[in-house]
């Protein structure tokens, strides 16, 4: 087969030298040698386009996906700056609110203060005559507390209220009356000495529920105090203000105390309880 090619070519040459002059003929040869040189370079020229245009195409997609990355972040971003917004604007509209009722707390306070301040002054005023160990008159967050002693008020170991003591409760209760909306919560305390009687009071409990009692009986009953402002109890000997362990310590926890306070809702706003959201 190869041998055929050649004596084809072969014949080809000898034909063409028969009908052109060697000049032509090298110039036919030297143009087709031109051609293939020019189609390698060719081939070569469309192999790099071929190559740049992979690389194009890589880039686009990288770029294509850097694209989308991009917008995935920016969307999150704009998401994000709505949310931030809503969240800046709830929490200008709670700042708004607690400085409202920051506000209106300081007024009621204000308003409560000078209320209770009155009071105060108007009762030390009513007791000033009376010992200081055996009346104690103290303001804190608009509550007014009145400490009476019980060797004013009661025989050792009684509950009934000695006739000389209802001057005081007299001068309490008709502060208590001026001040008309405020509760009047009345506790009676005892040391730690156990009561040595089989009778009523059988304990410490007992004695202290009862004296505290016998003192909203005489405000009601003797200085018009209306009830449904009272509340009555005892504390026993589990609210000490001091030590058990001597004679001195022992006569200031046996008392009587009477706490004049605003209703409930105007004591919570005064112990600083925010309003429910």
Do not use: H
Request: net charge positive; proline share 3%.
């Amino acid at each position: 087969m190869k041998l055929k090619s050649f004596l084809g070519i072969s014949a080809v040459a000898i034909l063409l030298t028969s009908c052109v002059s060697k000049k032509q003929f090298d110039a036919l040869n030297s143009n087709y040698k031109q051609s293939i040189e020019n189609l390698a370079e060719r081939q070569r020229e469309i192999q790099d386009l071929r190559s740049v245009n992979s690389g194009l195409v890589s880039e686009n997609t990288l770029l294509k996906s850097q694209n989308d990355a991009l917008k995935t972040s920016l969307d999150a971003c704009l998401n994000n700056t709505t949310q931030g917004s809503t969240n800046i604007t709830k929490l200008i509209n709670e700042i708004n609110a607690s400085n409202a009722y920051i506000k209106q707390l300081i007024s009621t306070n204000a308003k409560n203060d000078s209320l209770n301040l009155a009071l105060s002054n108007k009762l030390k005023r009513s007791l000033d005559n009376i010992a200081d160990d055996d009346v104690q008159v103290k303001v804190l967050k608009g509550v007014v507390m009145i400490s009476l002693s019980d060797k004013m008020l009661y025989k050792t170991g009684e509950f009934a209220v000695l006739p000389q003591a209802r001057e005081i409760l007299g001068k309490v209760a008709s502060v208590i009356n001026d001040y008309d909306t405020y509760s009047v919560l009345i506790e009676g305390n005892t040391d730690n000495v156990p009561l040595n009687s089989a009778n009523v009071p059988r304990d410490n409990w007992d004695l202290s529920a009862l004296r505290g009692t016998s003192v909203a009986k005489i405000l009601q009953n003797e200085f018009g105090v209306n009830p449904n402002r009272i509340t009555a109890g005892g504390r026993s000997e589990y609210n000490p203000k001091t030590t058990n362990a001597s004679v001195s310590g022992r006569s200031e926890n046996r008392r009587t105390e009477i706490i004049i306070m605003p209703k409930l809702d105007e004591f919570m706003k005064l112990m600083d309880i925010a309003p429910k959201k």
